[in-house]
C-alpha cells in the first residue's frame, strides 16, 4: 500500500488525471541527504509532479524534471528529478551553502528567475526532445501548469504537498478536443458540457487539502473529490527509488576530463573520488584505477591481442 500511481479519467473521456503517493521512493531520497526543510517541501513536490507528468507519457525511457536558477546566488541552483517509464526515479537538489536559511517553499524564494526544462531521453538511443519555458509562478505547481500549455499546450492543473514521509499529488488534465463519449448532442453543445466538467471537476479538486493529499490513500482521494463524476480507474502502478550511477559511467566521465586532469587531481590529492549527486555513492579511483582509465582496452595492442 505505498508508492502508489493512480491514473483515472471521466467516463465522459473529457477530462483524465492521476493521483500519486510515494513513500519509500521519497524516504530513499532523503536517506541520502539532509535538507533544508523548505528545500525538503520543493523537493517532493517536484517528485510527486515528475511522476504524475510521466504518468501520461506513452514512451519509453526517461523524463528529466530541472528547475534551473538564473542566479547563482539563489538558495536552490538546480532541482532535477528523474523518472524512468517503469517509475523508477531520483532526485537531487543542489543547495547554495551561503545562502540564507529560508522559511517558505515557495518556488520564486528558493530559485526565482530560471528556467524550467523538461527532458525526454528514449531508451532506444533516439534523439532526446527537450521543452524549455521561463521559471513563473510562485509555486512549482503553478510553474508546471505554465509548462504543460504552454510547450504541450495540455491544460494541466497540478496540487502537490510532501512532508518528512511522503510526496504527494493530484494532476488533472482536460484532453485537448474535448467533445468526450457525449454522441447524442451536438458539437457545440458537448464541447461546452466539457468545459464545464473541467471547470467543475477543477474546484473539487481544489478543496484537497495538503494533509489529505498526505494521509489519504489515491483511491480515497478521488472518492472523496469526485464523488458526483463516474471516474475509471487504471491499474495502480508502483514507483521505486533507483539510482543509475555506476562505476563504468564515473569511469567514463573521468577519461572525459582526460588525462592530464585526472593527474594533477591524483597529484594533488592521492586519490580521485567522485561523489554521485543524486544517491551520494562515493567512487574511489586510485593511481592505478587511474592509470587503467587511460590505457588502451583489453585486446588492443597487447603482446596477446588478435590483431
Ligand atoms: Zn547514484
Redesign the pocket.
Known sequence: MSDILLPFMFESGDVRGAVVALDRTWREVLARRDYPLPVRTLLGQAMAASALLSSTLKFDGTMVLQAQAEDSAAPVRMLVVECNADLSM?ATAKINEEAQPQQSDALHELVGAGRLVITLDPKDGASAYQGVVPLEGAQLAGALENYMLRSEQVETRLWLAADETRACGLMLQKMPGAGGNAKATDPQTASEAADERWHTAQTLAATVTSQELLTLPPPEVLRRLFQEFDLRLFNERHAVFR???SRERVAGMLRMLGQEEVESILTERGLVSVD?E????AYTFDPIDAAQLFMPAAGQGSSGSKH
Open positions: 531520483r539510482c543509475t550511477c554521485c543524486f544517491c551520494h555513492k
